[in-house]
């Protein structure tokens, strides 16, 4: 079974601290995303990585930097935290579809982060 | 960014009922998931679909890939009341892309 994993299942941190999410995936696929998910707004992109030390900025970039210096391990970095980032994150992970049509992406459990 | 659009928005069923749900869009996608998301969890993947027209069963759920490749449905039979949760599909709209779009969600929920 695929397993993506995520470090924290809650957490709480205060306004302008530093907030690291990681993310680990055991299937060697080669993307990862992150996500956060809020009522109503449905799972908005913030940040994917198709290789190692690759990144592309998803729908909502701003105020979030990612790190992937592993294949297995996705960092999402909130570098000054603030209160609108309250929300649920979820990272995902799927193969890449060159060898066929097989683009099954899995989450990881999800981490709720709560920004005073 | 772009939601697929999903109904219905939520629904109350009786217990052993069947349920039907759909995901549509206006444009082609080479991939349908779906997933079912309990509260407070991550989403956890049901069924994936490659072609159009196939049919693919995951125990008492069954998903179709719309012939046309633009919509997509699940069917729950004999539903219990751990059925209860958020179901959405997700659509990719071309290999090679990376960003699935995802569907609004159908909020189940099963009355014992």
């Known amino acids: 079974d695929v397993k993506v994993t995520q470090s924290s299942r809650y957490l709480v941190k205060r306004t302008g601290e530093k907030v690291f999410l990681e993310c680990v995936q055991d299937?060697?696929?080669?993307?990862m995303f992150w996500y956060r998910q809020d009522p109503g707004l449905g799972l908005r992109l913030i940040y994917f990585?198709?290789?190692?030390?690759?990144?592309e900025k998803g729908d909502i970039p701003e105020g979030y930097s990612v790190s992937r210096e592993k294949k297995e391990r996705f960092s999402l970095i909130l570098e000054s935290a603030s209160t609108n980032q309250t929300s649920m994150y979820l990272c995902a992970s799927r193969p890449t579809d060159r060898f066929g049509p097989y683009n099954e992406q899995f989450f990881g459990p999800g981490t709720r982060l709560t920004v005073l | 960014g772009q939601q697929l659009n999903q109904s219905p928005q939520s629904m109350f069923i009786q217990e052993g009922e069947d349920v039907s749900m759909n995901c549509t869009s206006s444009s082609i996608f080479n991939t349908w998931l779906w997933y079912k998301q309990d509260p407070g969890e991550g989403p956890v993947l049901l069924i994936a679909?490659?072609?159009?027209?196939e049919l693919t069963s995951n125990g008492r759920l069954t998903a179709q890939f719309g012939i046309t490749r633009k919509d997509s449905f699940l069917n729950i039979s004999a539903s219990i009341p751990s059925d209860v949760g958020i179901y959405f599909c997700?659509?990719?709209?071309?290999?090679?892309?990376?960003?699935?779009?995802f569907g609004t969600g159908t909020r189940l929920k099963v009355l014992a």
């Open positions: 997700a659509g990719l709209p071309r290999y090679g892309t990376y960003k699935y779009i």
């Open positions: 299937m060697d696929h080669e993307n």
């Open positions: 679909l490659y072609k159009a027209g």
């Open positions: 990585s198709y290789d190692v030390k690759m990144k």
